[in-house]
């Protein structure tokens, strides 16, 4: 059933599905159906290896060591480095900076640049569709600051208001954050509008790639952001490792983010140098394995085609979209005009977390709640929704046994 009418034009699902294993589990007896890939995604055999050959064959502390295994590791980090510089299009891979995840690479902006530039009455931009990474760091940042943060509304379709933004837009304004797309809604911001306007007010632009550097493409220099944010969790990639891209112009202006290993120069009780760039950002032995094997997974998307993939997605996204909305009494919240990869849904009396959990009990695995976006729920007047999101892997057949699924959850639960 899952595998019925499964392959695209491109795309030969049999072949991917093999390459991640955990997709040949059973969850509660049933073959797992997996629609929970916008808060991570399943990793393929690849990268899987890469973490365990890294251990195997060549762990050692980069950077410092003469010796084969140090000289090993460090090659593929920085392999690893410019493997993303090329899947963003960045001009240089000291624009690459390796962090945590979406959430540090915020963080590190809002610290560094932040603490630097932000002065009482200025004013940070931000949405209503913004994952709590992308509130919370500004709201501490305006708090401490007396800076005033500004909130772009959405409109009743899941979309930005452009002229509300563009009304918000003062000469005060000194960034402007947002998400590419919504974990949420899966809403498909036009960044590109967004950044030439900010940029003709003089303010810069943090763009957060968490759930869009998988989905679309990326190329940084034409987008025109100052920085972008993004996971490896969410691209087919570990957790624990993400990327925070900024123009070299500004990270080389902006101060230090921790201090330790790596990220010095010369170090002496009268005064400290800080290295160059990336490493002035990356204090101490970093997250070596996730790192090298993020290359794996960008390895992974580049080998089968991000047209090809995105290709994929958006049938799934429409024939979800196409099914679900013949569910009785299901809604589904934020239908903008492009969206990417995820279906965010009530249902009329029930509980989002009953209708999961009815789910699960199926094998089906999808997420519910807030999503990490409070004021958006607040927004929508609804406490959380059921969404199912989709990755490269997923087929039709699975979106049938989500619909399948769903018309169970309603009869047990009416
Ligand atoms: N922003 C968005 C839009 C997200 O979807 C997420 C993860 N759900 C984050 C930020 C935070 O990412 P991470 O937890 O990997 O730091």
Redesign the pocket.
């Known amino acids: 059933m899952i595998l019925e009418d499964t392959s695209t034009d491109h795309l030969d699902m049999v072949t991917i599905r093999q390459q991640f294993p955990i997709l040949s589990r059973t969850v509660k007896g049933r073959p797992l159906v997996y629609l929970d890939n916008?808060?991570t995604t399943q990793k393929p055999q690849t990268v899987i290896d890469a973490i365990s050959q890294y251990y195997t064959g060549y762990n050692a502390n980069i950077h410092r060591g003469i010796h084969t295994l140090a000289e090993e590791a460090t090659a593929a980090y920085e392999a690893s480095r410019t493997s993303v510089q090329e899947f963003i299009g960045a001009s240089s891979s000291e624009e690459i900076i390796f962090t945590?995840?979406?959430?540090?690479g915020?963080n590190l902006v809002a610290y560094t640049w932040g603490r630097a530039n932000i002065v009482a009455g200025d004013e940070i931009i931000i949405s209503e569709m913004?994952?709590h990474?992308?509130i919370v760091p500004w709201q501490i940042l305006c708090e401490e600051r007396n800076a005033v943060l500004k909130v772009i509304p959405v409109m009743d379709n899941g979309e930005l208001s452009m002229p509300a933004y563009l009304d918000l837009l003062t000469s005060n304004t000194k960034l402007v954050a947002v998400?590419h797309?919504?974990?949420a809604l899966g809403t498909i911001n036009p960044v590109e509008n967004i950044i030439r306007a900010a940029h003709q007010a003089g303010a810069l632009v943090l763009i957060?790639g968490?759930?869009s550097a998988v989905h679309l493409d990326i190329n940084v220099q034409d987008m025109d952001c100052d920085f972008f944010a993004f996971?490896g969790?969410?691209l087919y990639g570990p957790t624990g490792i993400?990327v925070l891209y900024g123009k070299k112009d500004i990270l080389n202006h902006m101060p230090v983010f921790q201090g330790g290993g790596e990220m010095i120069k010369e170090v002496a009780f009268e005064h400290t140098t800080y290295n160059e760039l990336p490493y002035k950002y990356e204090a101490g032995t970093p997250n070596i394995a996730d790192a090298i094997a993020l290359k794996a997974a960008i390895d992974f998307i580049t080998i089968h085609g991000r047209d090809h993939i995105r290709q994929h997605e958006t049938a799934l996204l429409n024939y979800a979209t196409e099914q679900l909305e013949a569910v009785p009494g299901l809604t589904i919240i934020g239908n903008a005009g492009e969206k990417a990869g995820v279906v965010s849904f009530i249902i009329k009396g029930l509980h989002p977390q009953d209708i999961g959990i009815l789910l699960d009990n199926q094998g089906i695995a999808v997420r519910t709640g807030h999503?990490?976006t409070q004021p958006l729920m607040k927004r929508f007047g609804i406490p959380g929704t059921v969404r199912a999101s989709f990755a490269v892997y997923n087929t039709m057949g699975e979106i049938d046994v989500l619909v399948a699924g769903l018309h169970k959850a309603i009869k047990m639960l009416s």
């Open positions: 916008a808060a945590r995840g979406t959430t540090e915020i913004e994952h990474s992308n998400t797309v919504s974990n957060d968490a759930q996971s969790h969410k993400g999503h990490c």
